[in-house]
C-alpha cells in the first residue's frame, strides 16, 4: 500500500491537483464518472466519432445514450461549432480529448455556451500536463473532470492503470464511494513512480525528436502541429494514398485509431472524422529512439512516399 499511497500523492503533485482517485484503467475511469453523475435513462453524452472505442464500454455499462459528433475539418481536435449542434435538453455530458496531444484549447469557448446542467469530461489519455506546462491552463480549470490512461501505449505505462482528476472534492468523494473493487497494485505503482520522474524528460524527448519530423516532413504535417501540439504523443501526417504504410517491412507504422465510434455503432460516420480516419498515419515517436533509429523512419517515410 505504500507505494499506492505514494504515486498517488506523487501523481497529484505532478499534475497540481489535490483531488485525484486511482483506477485500475482508463476505460474504469471513464466508467466511474458517468456512474457518479448519476445518469438517468435517456440522458445522452457526446462524443467525437474519432476517439478511442474502449471507451464505448463504459458508455454502455451506464445506459448513456452516444450522440457523436465531428472533428474540425483536417483536424484530431474537435469542433466547438460541431458539439453546440449536438446538444438538447437530453444532454448530459460532452466528452473532448487532447488527440495526440494536441491540446483542445478552445475548451474555455465550449464551457461558456453549454448549459449549466451539462458537464465537460476530459479524455486525457494523451496528454499528462505538469503544473509547470504553460498548456495546462486548459486541463481541469473549464471541465468537471480529467481522466488518464497507464496501459501499456501510454505516456505513463505500469501495463495498466487509470485516474481521474477533478478540481471538485465533493465529486471525487463521491465516485471513492463506489465499490467495485477498484484498484492498483504496489507493483503497478512502483513502476508509474519511476516513470513519473522521467516524465517532463521523455517529452522533452519527444519534442526534439518532432522538430526533426517537422522540418523533414514540413510540406506534410497538419496545421495542428504548429499552433496546439503539446505533449507530442504521437507524430501523425495525412496521406491521401497510404497503403503502402501498412506493408513495410522495416517501421511500424500506425493509424490514428483502429476504427470510429460510428463503425461501432452502425450509424454514418461524420464528414471529417472519416478523412481524418482514412488519412491519418502515425509515425514513431517513442523517447527510445535514437537519433540514427530517427533518421530510419525519416527514410523510410521518404521512400514510402516516393520523395
Not at 505505462?157 to 481521474?164: L, N, P, R, V, Y
Not at 510540406?219 to 499552433?227: K, M
Request: hydrophobic content about 40%; glycine content about 4%; charged content about 25%.
Amino acid at each position: 500500500m505504500k507505494k499506492i499511497k505514494k504515486f498517488h500523492q506523487e501523481f497529484g503533485q505532478y499534475i497540481d491537483s489535490d483531488y485525484v482517485k486511482l483506477t485500475s484503467s482508463g476505460t474504469m475511469a471513464f466508467f466511474l464518472i458517468l456512474k457518479a453523475l448519476d445518469i438517468q435513462k435517456g440522458d445522452e453524452i457526446l462524443l467525437p466519432d474519432y476517439i478511442c472505442k474502449d471507451l464505448l464500454g463504459a458508455v454502455f455499462a451506464t445506459g448513456v445514450i452516444p450522440v457523436l459528433y465531428d472533428n474540425r475539418e483536417n483536424s484530431w481536435l474537435s469542433s466547438v461549432e460541431e458539439i453546440l449542434s449536438k446538444v438538447t435538453l437530453k444532454t448530459r455530458v460532452v466528452l473532448v480529448n487532447h488527440t495526440f496531444g494536441f491540446v483542445f484549447k478552445q475548451i474555455e469557448s465550449l464551457a461558456k455556451c453549454l448549459p449549466l446542467n451539462v458537464s465537460i469530461v476530459e479524455d486525457c489519455c494523451h496528454a499528462i500536463f505538469g503544473k509547470n506546462n504553460r498548456l495546462k491552463e486548459f486541463t481541469r480549470n473549464y471541465s468537471l473532470c480529467c481522466f488518464y490512461s497507464f496501459n501499456a501505449t501510454k505516456l505513463l505505462t505500469s501495463g495498466e492503470g487509470g485516474a481521474i482528476s477533478s478540481d471538485n472534492k465533493n465529486f471525487i468523494k463521491k465516485i471513492e464511494k463506489i465499490q467495485i473493487g477498484d484498484k492498483l497494485s504496489d507493483l503497478n505503482c512502483a513502476i508509474l513512480r519511476s516513470q513519473l520522474q522521467k516524465l517532463d524528460t521523455f517529452i522533452d524527448r519527444r519534442k526534439y525528436i518532432a522538430e526533426i519530423y517537422s522540418e523533414a516532413f514540413k510540406n506534410l504535417i497538419s496545421s495542428d502541429y504548429l499552433t496546439n501540439a503539446g505533449i507530442y504523443f504521437r507524430f501523425p501526417l495525412l496521406i491521401n494514398e497510404n497503403q503502402q504504410f501498412w506493408k513495410s517491412e522495416s517501421v511500424s507504422f500506425r493509424k490514428g485509431v483502429d476504427s470510429l465510434l460510428s463503425e461501432e455503432l452502425k450509424v454514418k460516420s461524420m464528414p471529417n472524422a472519416k478523412s481524418i480516419y482514412e488519412k491519418t498515419v502515425s509515425i514513431p515517436i517513442y523517447p527510445a529512439l535514437d537519433d540514427i533509429m530517427v533518421h530510419e523512419v525519416i527514410a523510410e517515410t521518404k521512400r514510402l512516399l516516393q520523395i
